[in-house]
């Protein structure tokens, strides 16, 4: 397979989760395993360009496909919009959660760059996070959605708050 | 975003960059070469004697290292606790199991795969018993859960004899001749306040690398209390301090749920010495379901008795605390956090007692809040029904009866003393922010046109900043675990000589932002920039004394030690500069990185200098001791009191059941504020929990002890869908028991939130007759109360 643009080959045992192998064989531990039975969103990555729970899939069914884990998120040095959301709106606390929330709220603005509220909430339902309520990840992924469209971002909202 | 604003201002998080970028470095990321890796087998049993243990099939399995039961660790005696009332936690099960999850054996292994199969080639035979599940049962003591205790009810906290020390009045005779009078209102409602599991999403994790070469340890874990651990390892295998390190790297949330030192951080040390290599475990989901604490828990009946016109005249609770099987850090004193906010934001006589009983469950400990969110939600619940009850608005008769503003330093009944308060500020703070008299106003437009909304108003006054040095005196003791018994904070702050700062701290985060804060502080004490200053925790190397980061504590005693630290650096560092400048250091001050003479703006030292000259002797003056650094650790005389009223609007579908919130406003005083991004964001993430209580979550265990909601399928969290945005503002009463004036913020979002929802459904089902639904308020359960009503 292909995990950020590296062509990787390894013999694992049938049984290997995906997101074992990126973890362990890979050494690419930005993806964590938060409950091994899909519900927390954790270990989201992208799987040819669509955001997959990695604790769901063997390793061996992501054969010839084209993975992107969060440390593949960032080109150029340059931070992915969601993640220069995130930095900028504190949509993170403990950071456990975040890399699986951002990829999963980086392949819903690849498929709508200005989504609602409503589709904002709907769209990263799927991944957990215990910090947050979630307030300042939607502010991050509004912030990151107006970062792709070219426009200004709303301004935080602790700011002018008493 | 500025990121060199100090005091007050929202500086860009200094830890977020590597986490956003997947480099964040939790335990369960490290592997150290050779590595062995642990899985236990658990009971499926709540109760059962062990008549058959036999781990030989398990030792055969391809790939297995080693497999242990209590008789190989029995030599270091059970789990230590803080307060240890009731019966410790063995380390493996001591021929008898008590909770479904209790560890029976262990097995280390070369990768995790091989050592979960083995754990399934251990044969073990059960004899089942009666478990004790039900707290009423548990209290009435017709089976006894542990044979060599007196009682399951391990002990009773009653609001005027849980410190006989300080010679309280019984108000219960006060309370119950209230209820006599003619004029008198009495209100009861009797409710449930359920179990949760903390639900960290990073599971824990431990490593413990014994090097028999130094005869020592390195252990890295996901705790909130790194000290606590090297403590009770340092006791437990007889080592000197020096010989323990322990390293609490990222930490992925921790709630309360890693404020415990477990067996199982304990065990893979063990194996670590034995085996002479690193043993690593990480707990599964289901681990973490079962066998790390819970929190809540409790049953009761809360009674308010007032006249008619919103007076109170006394409250009263009657509660049973569940603790589980066995007895692990607080356990047992939880519910006294509760007791010292047992009146609330309310002038009024207490009579208070919740007994603790044992059952046949895992543990339960400090969950966020710890026995606060429980004592708010009895007291506001009832006084909500109140309220109904005489037909008064819930702002208007929570203002009748506070605590008034010159009152402060207020004496409670339980012999605290409310530190500072302006709590009818808030309130009017929060109608303004909330257009009180029009959501009235909207209520009664939808109530016409038959929909279910309520609003909800729920009040709290919190305890925290653990803590005054007498709570040693009553128990709370981490001389157990070998350190210095009391809750001091510390810092240490040390100016390098490159003009970087280091700065050390006796707690860390598990997302709080300490690295930011701390930044903040110390950059606004030495006007050196936040960019240039290294936060460091969680290391036992790095700081020799550190309590840890939990009940709301962090900023406001170990914030208050690192403020005052960077005090007295920069009175050093005056020395310095008015030496290097031949003038007096009461002339020198501090201005855009460097230091002048008052007056001079030209007669100029930068910190550069200022650094570089502390470390070497010929440009230091004679009589100072080299260096740049202080080491201070600070008592609050009181712990500090938070509060803070919300709101939430609400509408129940009568149909189904389903509760939505359209709107939530909170109004918080924490004091004064360093970061308001990171305050709003502690907020924010305690509302969803207390949100997740009143809507979603319950840990659930059958009459025979079977765990039904051991994966986060059966335990549902909220999801971003299922919450609003907040609406949050805040008032400032600074605190006079810390030099910063802060209270702390941890903890009051899930105190304050979970019977305002709980009051909203109330108020929105009221017009059909409905009184009270015990949480969580999920579909079916409002639904069958709604026809309940009906019928």
């Known amino acids: 397979m292909t995990v950020n643009g590296q062509e990787v080959t390894a013999d694992v045992e049938p049984r290997t989760l995906l997101v074992h192998f990126l973890r362990e064989n890979l050494r690419l531990t930005g993806t964590h395993v938060g409950c091994e039975t899909g519900y927390c969103g954790a270990c989201t990555i992208h799987v040819d360009g669509q955001p997959v729970k990695s604790c769901t899939m063997l390793a061996a069914q992501a054969d010839g496909a084209t993975v992107t884990t969060i440390e593949g998120l960032a080109q150029n040095g340059e931070l992915h919009p969601v993640q220069e959301g995130f930095w900028e709106r504190h949509g993170l606390q403990c950071g456990f959660c975040t890399p699986g929330m951002i990829m999963s709220a980086a392949a819903l603005l690849a498929e709508n760059d200005n989504p609602s509220e409503d589709q904002i909430r709907h769209g990263i339902e799927g991944n957990l996070c215990r910090c947050t309520g979630y307030h300042n990840i939607v502010r991050a992924v509004e912030y990151a959605g107006a970062k792709v469209r070219g426009e200004e971002p709303p301004a935080p909202d602790w700011e002018g708050a008493s | ?791």
């Open chain 2, 1 to 791: 975003m500025a990121t060199t604003s100090v005091m007050g201002g929202a500086v860009k998080r200094r830890e977020d960059p590597a986490l956003i970028k997947g480099y964040g470095s939790f335990v369960d990321d490290m592997t150290p070469t050779r590595v062995a890796h642990v899985a236990f087998l658990r009971s499926p049993i709540a109760r059962a004697k062990i008549t058959k243990l036999d781990t030989s099939a398990a030792k055969e399995t391809e790939g297995v290292v080693a497999v242990y039961t209590h008789d190989d660790v029995s030599h270091l005696g059970p789990l230590l606790a803080q307060v240890p009332i009731g019966k410790l936690r063995p380390l493996l099960a001591d021929g008898e199991v008590n909770h479904v999850g209790e560890a029976i054996a262990m097995v280390v292994a070369e990768n995790r795969y091989a050592a979960q199969d083995a754990v399934d080639a251990i044969d073990v035979d059960y004899d089942v018993m009666t478990p004790v599940i039900d707290l009423k049962k548990a209290k009435s003591d017709e089976i006894k859960v542990h044979d060599e205790l007196e009682s399951n009810v391990l002990h009773t906290w009653t609001y005027h004899g849980y410190w006989d020390a300080l010679g309280l009045e019984d108000q219960t005779a006060e309370v119950d001749a209230a209820m006599e009078r003619d004029d008198a209102v009495v209100v009861s409602l009797e409710m449930t306040n359920q179990r949760l599991i903390p639900v960290a999403i990073e599971p824990r994790s431990v490593i413990a690398d014994w090097n028999p070469g130094y005869g020592s340890f390195t252990i890295h874990s996901s705790t909130q209390v790194p000290h606590a651990l090297g403590g009770a390892v340092s006791k437990m295998f007889g080592l000197k301090s020096t010989d323990v390190r322990v390293i609490a790297p990222e930490v992925g949330g921790g709630f309360g749920c890693k404020l415990n030192v477990y067996n199982d951080e304990i065990l893979v040390a063990f194996a670590s010495q034995a085996l002479g290599r690193p043993v690593k475990w990480t707990e599964t989901r289901r681990e973490a379901a079962g066998a790390t604490i819970h929190g809540r828990g409790w049953i009761g009946t809360a009674t308010l008795v007032g006249t008619k016109d919103g007076e109170f005249l006394g409250y009263k609770l009657e509660a049973i605390a569940d603790m589980g099987a066995y007895t692990q850090n607080f356990t047992v004193a939880i519910p006294l956090l509760g007791l010292w906010i047992a009146s609330g934001q309310y002038k009024m006589p207490v009579s208070w007692t919740v007994d603790c009983v044992v059952t046949n469950t895992m543990t339960t400990d400090a969950y966020r809040g710890a026995g606060r969110p429980e004592a708010i939600y009895y007291l506001e619940r009832v006084i909500d029904a109140y309220a109904r009850e005489i037909g008064m608005d819930p702002l208007d008769v929570r203002v009748k009866n506070f605590w008034q503003p010159d009152e402060f330093p207020a004496t409670m009944g339980c012999g605290f003393a409310l530190d500072s308060g302006d709590y009818e500020g808030a309130v009017e703070k929060l109608k303004a922010e909330a257009g009180y008299e029009d959501l009235l106003q909207k209520r009664e437009e939808a109530r016409a046109e038959g929909r279910h909304v309520g609003i909800g108003i729920g009040s709290y006054v919190e305890v925290c900043g653990f803590g005054p040095a007498v709570l040693a005196e009553i128990g709370f003791s981490w001389a157990n675990y070998g350190l210095p018994a009391s809750f001091n904070g510390s810092g240490i702050v040390r100016v390098n000589p490159d003009a970087t700062v280091t700065v050390v701290i006796g707690t860390g985060p598990t997302g709080q932002g300490h690295q930011t804060t701390w930044a903040q502080i110390v950059g606004d004490g030495l006007g050196i920039p936040v960019e240039d200053i290294k936060v460091l925790h969680g290391d036992t190397r790095e700081h020799p004394m550190g309590i840890g980061t939990f009940g709301s504590r962090s900023l406001s005693v170990d914030g208050a030690a690192t403020f005052e630290a960077t005090k007295k650096v920069r009175e050093k560092a005056a020395r310095i500069a008015a030496h290097i400048l031949e003038a007096s250091a009461d002339d020198i001050v501090f201005e855009d990185g460097g230091a002048h003479v008052a007056g001079s703006p030209d007669k100029r030292a930068e910190w550069a200098q200022i650094a570089k000259a502390a470390y070497q002797a010929h440009t230091s003056p004679e009589d100072l001791d080299s260096g740049l650094e202080a080491h201070t650790t600070f008592s609050p005389g009181n712990a500090t009191w938070p509060f803070g009223t919300h709101l939430a609007l609400v509408e129940v579908d009568s149909d189904t059941g389903d509760v939505k919130i359209l709107d939530y406003y909170a109004v918080d005083d924490c004091g004064n504020v360093v970061s308001p991004m990171i305050v709003n964001g502690q907020v924010h993430g305690g509302i969803a929990q207390g949100i997740g209580q009143a809507l979603f979550e319950d840990a659930v265990y059958d009459e025979a002890g079977n765990m039904l909601t051991g994966s986060l399928l059966d335990y549902p969290l909220p999801t971003a869908a299922d919450l609003p945005s907040l609406h949050l503002s805040h008032t400032v009463t600074p605190t006079d028991v810390n030099p910063m004036g802060v209270k702390g913020i941890g903890e009051a979002g899930t105190i304050g939130s979970a019977h305002t929802i709980v009051n909203a459904v109330v108020d929105a089902l009221s017009p059909l007759g409905v009184k009270h639904i015990d949480m969580p308020l999920r579909p079916k359960r409002v639904w069958a109360a709604i026809q309940e009503a009906s019928n």
